[in-house]
Every structure is written in C-alpha cells, then in structure tokens.
C-alpha cells in the first residue's frame, strides 16, 4: 500500500526557517509527481508546491513563492519542502500528496505553528 510520511514540522518564530521531508514507499517514486499541500485552522486544503518526477521543474503558489522550495531525493524516495521566512499565515498541517494509478494518497501530515 502506498505509504507517504511527513516529518520536520514544529513551532518556529516568524523569519524562521524548517525542512519538511516526505518518507514514500511502495510506488514507482522516481516516476510520480509529487506536491505538498497545507490546510490551516479551520480552513481548506491549499496547494503549495509541485515538482515534476525528474526534478526539474516545479511550480509554487504565489503565496509561498520566493520562500519556499521544494525538492526531491529519487535515490532516497524522499520529498522535501525548505520553508524560509516563515510568517503566522503559514501556521498549517502539511501533506505531501501523489496519485499513483488514478488514486489519491496523502501522508499523515506534519504541523507547522509559526509564532513568536
């Protein structure tokens, strides 16, 4: 079964900076394109950041862009989202998110607070 794990989340001051990473196995990863999505309190899910099964190309909501990065380790089946001059709006659970064979997977998510 497709397992997607997020770790790295935690409280951080505002300007500050985490590394959220995505553990996936038991799919083709180095073939998947790969997001991460966040949903803040009493909000919808909001995409963040995508990138495509090689790397190369990503694309960034405009609210993240310019601050966050994300990146991926194929050799390790590993998601990366590097967060930068975080702000209170960004308080959220993140997921990373992949569809393997027209299903739809998210992992069990990891809370970001950003908060002085």
């Known amino acids: 079964e497709v397992q997607l794990v997020e770790s790295g989340g935690g409280l951080v001051q505002p300007g500050g900076s985490l590394r959220l990473s995505c553990a996936a196995s038991?799919?083709?990863?180095?073939?998947?394109?790969m997001s991460w999505v966040r949903q803040a309190p009493g909000k919808g899910l909001e995409w963040v950041s995508a990138?495509?099964?090689?790397?190369?190309?990503?694309k960034d909501a405009g609210s993240v862009k310019g601050r966050f990065t994300i990146s991926r380790d194929n050799a390790k089946n590993t998601l990366y989202l590097q967060m930068n001059s975080l702000k209170p709006d960004d308080t959220a659970v993140y997921y990373c998110?992949?569809?393997?064979?027209?299903?739809?997977?998210w992992g069990q998510g990891t809370q970001v607070t950003v908060s002085s």
């Open positions: 998110h992949t569809a393997v064979r027209g299903a739809k997977y």
């Open positions: 038991a799919f083709t990863f180095s073939r998947s394109h």
């Open positions: 990138i495509n099964a090689d790397g190369d190309s990503t």
